[in-house]
């Protein structure tokens, strides 16, 4: 039986989360926080930015919105409250 104790479907303690480096996410968030984005973006004008195809992109934004720090709504991302922080911290 799959785990079902996570919000969506076949997530929870059990669930694999896609290889994913840390750098990636961070960029990932950041790039969405900067202008000309700020904090929602096409994934198609995302990837042109970023130079990134989009079986590169996706597992990226799929982790952020694991982890809460960005929704997926069709084809644009969107930073939460959380992502936002995260973009503005400091080291």
Same mark, same amino acid.
């Given at each position: 039986?799959?785990?079902? /104790? ?22 990932? +968030?950041?790039?969405? /926080? ?10 198609? /004008?995302?990837? /042109? ?10 597992? +990226? ?31």
């Amino acid at each position: 039986t799959p785990a079902r /104790d996570g919000l969506f479907p076949g997530t929870g303690i059990a669930m694999v989360l896609p290889r994913v480096s840390t750098n990636a996410l961070a960029g990932l +968030i950041e790039e969405v /926080d900067a202008a000309p984005f700020s904090g929602k973006a096409g994934m198609a /004008d995302l990837a /042109d930015s970023l130079q990134l195809e989009a079986d590169e992109l996706f597992p +990226i934004a799929e982790t952020l919105q694991l982890l809460r720090f960005a929704e997926l709504r069709g084809a644009e991302i969107i930073l939460t409250v959380t992502g936002r922080r995260y973009a503005e911290a400091e080291v």
